[in-house]
T-cell receptor
Framework: NAGVTQTPKFRVLKTGQSMTLLCAQD?????MYWYRQDPGMGLRLIHY???????AKGEVPDGYNVSRLKKQNFLLGLESAAPSQTSVYFC????????????FGDGTRLSIL | GEDVEQSLFLSVREGDSSVINCTYT??????LYWYKQEPGAGLQLLTY???NMDMKQDQRLTVLLNKKDKHLSLRIADTQTGDSAIYFC?????????????WGLGTSLAVNP
């Protein structure tokens, strides 16, 4: 039972390069989220999606784009990477129902040089 | 606005009890969650409490909820070195139909042998 899978697990980029982080979930969840985690700042929501074909901005969306073309996948793109985007990125998903906690992937550790 | 606060660090001796505290602002939150993050890993749901409950016990874990003071605590009995991790408190956000969670910054628990 895979749950939430993030690829890649690690990546080093140069300033100005672009890349896409992939999140895949096999739980048929409607809601998906991208967070970044930085020391002392907890989890900050970048973008989220409430269903296939929809996306919305979180609290720190600048410099990122997302797409949810398929229900099971949520992609996070960096068009022109900056050192300030060095972080650990987590994807999470959840579904409808009274008590549905978010399920997390193992994270992608991204360094921008 | 919605906010969740936690103390950042806690140090205990192996075998002692640990108490991690959290305060929140949204009195309409339905569920409150505790997540655990071990070094280099993603977040795992540890336990949760429904807002109409005062206490929930699950093996070594006890969650206490004081709705009047908007205070949540997690007690870990007989703390072990394997309990060393960051513990996040989160509440459900009722701002929009997006199932977002409002996160505390996390409490880093160090267990000393």
């Amino acid at each position: 039972n895979a749950g939430v899978t993030q690829t890649p697990k690690f990546r080093v980029l140069k300033t100005g390069q672009s890349m896409t982080l992939l999140c895949a979930q096999d739980m048929n969840h409607e809601y998906m989220y991208w967070y970044r985690q930085d020391p002392g700042m907890g989890l900050r929501l970048i973008h989220y999606s409430v269903g296939e074909g929809t996306t919305a901005k979180g609290e720190v969306p600048d410099g990122y784009n997302v797409s949810r073309l398929k229900k099971q996948n949520f992609l996070l793109g960096l068009e022109s990477a900056a050192p300030s985007q060095t972080s650990v990125y987590f994807c999470a998903s959840t579904t409808t129902g009274r008590n549905q906690p978010q399920h997390f992937g193992d994270g992608t550790r991204l360094s921008i040089l | 606005g919605e906010d969740v606060e936690q103390s950042l660090f806690l140090s205990v001796r192996e075998g002692d009890s640990s108490v991690i505290n959290c305060t929140y602002t949204d009195s309409s939150s339905t569920y409150l969650y505790w997540y655990k993050q071990e070094p280099g890993a993603g977040l795992q749901l540890l336990t949760y409490i429904f807002s109409n409950m005062d206490m929930k016990q699950d093996q070594r874990l006890t969650v206490l909820l004081n709705k009047k003071d908007k205070h949540l605590s997690l007690r870990i009995a007989d703390t072990q070195t394997g309990d060393s991790a960051i513990y996040f408190c989160a509440e459900t956000s009722n701002a929009g139909n997006n199932r977002k969670l409002i996160w505390g910054l996390g409490t880093s628990l160090a267990v000393n042998p």
